[in-house]
């Protein structure tokens, strides 16, 4: 997908004309095991409130992530000498909603007593990350995984101590699982 905003925002997502953008939409699996055809797409309402969740949910990670630079910050102001490794700079993708609007109902079959500018679709909608993709901690397990890139091993650590950061200074309440990226 591409992405053409007017006018462009100064920063970010929609910030250049045609940025190429992943379109996240939720389907239903109705096999009990791994997704297998047919999946069938959700009804709009369903659709939207659970794409609002996850665009919610990466608000709050964004948030937190933030939270524990400045913790490390602080640390680093604090202490007699700097680290002796380079802390890495990392971000969230950068995300929002989409709706597509019908032009006629014929283009938003899935909505019942469809009017011409309803909503026919909800996306969320993400930056492409265009560099190598690791895994770097498994919802699974709270180590980090072992990769054969040492810097990618490095960024992983520095996210387990975030994990550690997150748990500890929110009295055990929170903390971003399942790291990956580019």
Request: some cysteine.
């Amino acid at each position: 997908m591409e992405l053409t905003l007017s006018p462009l925002r100064p920063t970010g997502l929609g910030s250049i004309p045609s940025q190429r953008i992943a379109g996240k939409r939720p389907l239903i699996n109705p096999s009990t095991g791994p997704p297998k055809p047919p999946l069938f797409w959700t009804s709009i309402g369903d659709e939207t409130q659970w794409l609002y969740h996850e665009a919610n949910i990466l608000y709050w990670a964004m948030a937190l992530l933030d939270f524990t630079y400045r913790y490390v910050d602080q640390c680093i102001i604090d202490a007699k000498d700097l680290p002796p490794f380079v802390v890495p700079c990392l971000c969230f993708v950068e995300a929002s909603l989409l709706f597509a609007y019908s032009a006629d109902c014929t283009e938003a079959p899935r909505i019942p007593g469809c009017k011409p500018g309803s909503v026919g679709t909800t996306y969320l909608v993400e930056e492409i990350i265009d560099d190598e993709f690791f895994k770097y901690i498994h919802n699974g397990s709270a180590s980090p995984v072992q990769l054969t890139n040492v810097e990618a091993n490095k960024v992983a650590e520095f996210l387990a101590f975030t994990q550690h950061v997150q748990y500890t200074k929110t009295g055990g309440q929170v903390y971003i699982s399942d790291y990956q990226g580019g």
